[in-house]
């Protein structure tokens, strides 16, 4: 295991912890499990998660803006709430649509594909057993 000191490669390591990201780099998830053409409702599914993080940050960066703007703070607390709940809801019925078959195999590709970048390719899982011993983090594993 290579020690690294730097921002990114602090993160990285703490990500290396969960159990799930050190799976999807162990097996090198890639995207080969798509193999099937995406239907018309997975498409629609995956166009709401995306457009999901558009209306998301942006949309509540925008209401604060606009609250420092008019000296109102209430349209930053209620309407960026609403904006961020909206974008969430979106998300989950896009994820609903795309449905679990491409949203699991995207998923671990995608967690991967962040741990690479942020500790370089040469990510390597530590074993389990440093990091999923009893007690360390007050949750037992079987």
Avoid: C, Q
């Avoid at 991967?112 to 074993?127: C, T």
Wanted: glycine share 12%; no cysteine.
């Amino acid at each position: 295991m290579v020690t690294v000191r730097s921002g990114p490669g602090r993160i990285a390591a703490g990500l290396m912890r969960i159990r799930y990201v050190r799976e999807a780099v162990a097996e090198k998830a890639d995207l080969s499990g798509l193999s099937s053409r995406p239907t018309l409702r997975t498409w629609t599914g995956l166009g709401m998660m995306a457009f999901s993080y558009v209306i998301g940050w942006p949309a509540v960066g925008l209401l604060v803006w606009l609250s420092y703007r008019l000296r109102e703070p209430l349209v930053a607390v209620v309407g960026g709430t609403l904006a961020y709940g909206l974008s969430h809801l979106v998300f989950m019925a896009g994820a609903a649509l795309a449905g679990v078959d491409y949203a699991k195999p995207v998923l671990r590709w995608a967690v991967r594909r962040l741990v690479e970048r942020l500790n370089g390719r040469d990510a390597v899982p530590e074993s389990e057993e440093t990091n999923d011993r009893p007690g360390k983090t007050g949750v037992e594993h079987p």
